[in-house]
């Protein structure tokens, strides 16, 4: 190309750097046609192809436009320089720099992609489950855990290039990294646990917990700690290594919620009235809404009552529903018990005295 331009411009012969003026003309003409191609091409795919496509259409080709929207300009100009250089005569250690350069940003770049890859397809899992609070929880976690493996795997592989011998610094980071980790044990003993929960989801955003005597709503699962919000209003926060060591009650998998009453009823009261007791209770928590009965006896004749058992579930409980149903039964036993004449037993002691 050199020499056609100064054949057809009539340039002067001198050399630069062992290159003419039209040698160096032609290079830079060279690497701005690469440089706008390039950046033509990824407008026409990131922008008008990324328009167009809808979840509808195939995995591949949205990932193809959103891989194709984060490619960075730096990478044009990298190989617009590459190309320029192989039209010039220049010496041959210049040749291996904008070489090692050039696979350098390739590096770099295959490690944005790769990245941006891993949050697609984690975000699009999200979409598929639509509101899952199990993927809304540990997305963060899988993909930080998936970034470090991948920055890792690009330096070691561009140290590789750049001419270091990466057995002997891996066997170096090897005892350094024994060092490290007992010196960090706390916090990678969080970050364990933090993919541990985000992979086996023993709860999820939303869930109420119960974490030795810590009670609230599960608000944000992170790298170090999980963080709840408490039914007075404080905000707890909890090492997630230390969740893990725990006994966990998670009320938010629970399909029933149970209550179970001891009704205290007088020793005085008729034999017919303490047996239609029973079918009484019953028939109380059968008529509420989202409530299924499991039993009512006479279980214990007590010291100074007669203790009856109600045992009965809440079904999808939500926030205060299981109070709410035990309000509505409480004061239809109040009535009911009112209307029969029937006596509620109080803690009583006869003290005797003697002269």
């Known amino acids: 190309m050199g020499d056609f331009l100064q054949g057809v411009l009539g340039l002067p012969e001198r050399p630069y750097f062992g290159n003419g003026i039209a040698d160096w003309l032609g290079a830079a003409l060279l690497a701005g046609a690469v440089w706008s191609l390039l950046s033509l091409v990824k407008r026409v795919v990131a922008s008008r192809l990324g328009r167009r496509l809808t979840p509808a259409h195939p995995a591949p080709l949205r990932l193809l436009a959103h891989l194709a929207a984060t490619t960075r300009q730096i990478l044009f100009a990298g190989l617009a320089l590459y190309a320029a250089q192989t039209q010039l005569e220049l010496p041959e250690r210049i040749h291996a720099a904008v070489a090692t350069g050039l696979l350098l940003l390739l590096l770099l770049q295959a490690g944005l992609w790769a990245g941006q890859a891993v949050r697609f397809y984690l975000e699009g899992k999200e979409r598929e489950r639509g509101p899952d609070q199990a993927i809304a929880g540990s997305l963060d976690i899988i993909n930080f855990v998936a970034l470090i493996l991948i920055w890792s795997l690009v330096g070691l592989v561009a140290l590789e290039n750049l001419g270091v011998n990466i057995t002997a610094l891996l066997a170096g980071l090897g005892v350094g990294g024994v060092a490290v980790a007992l010196a960090l044990q706390n916090i990678l003993g969080d970050l364990f646990a933090s993919l541990s929960i985000a992979l086996d989801k023993p709860f999820v955003i939303g869930d109420t917990l119960t974490i030795d005597t810590f009670t609230g709503t599960v608000q944000h699962i992170g790298i170090k700690t999980t963080r709840l919000r408490s039914e007075t209003g404080e905000q707890i926060i909890l090492s997630n290594a230390d969740i893990l060591k725990s006994r966990v009650r998670n009320f938010g998998r629970a399909d029933e919620q149970r209550s179970l009453a001891t009704v205290r009823i007088a020793y005085a009261t ?85 002269s």
């Open 270 to 354: 008729p034999i017919e009235k303490l047996e239609a007791i029973p079918a009484l209770l019953e028939g109380i928590v059968r008529a509420q809404a989202n409530a299924r009965f499991e039993r009512c006896h006479l279980r214990t004749l007590g010291d100074s009552a007669l203790l009856f058992e109600l045992s009965y579930f809440v079904r999808r409980p939500a926030a205060n529903s299981l109070y709410d149903l035990q309000h509505a039964v409480n004061l239809r036993i109040l009535d009911e018990f009112r209307r029969l004449g029937v006596d509620f037993a109080y803690p009583t002691q006869a003290v005797v005295l003697r």
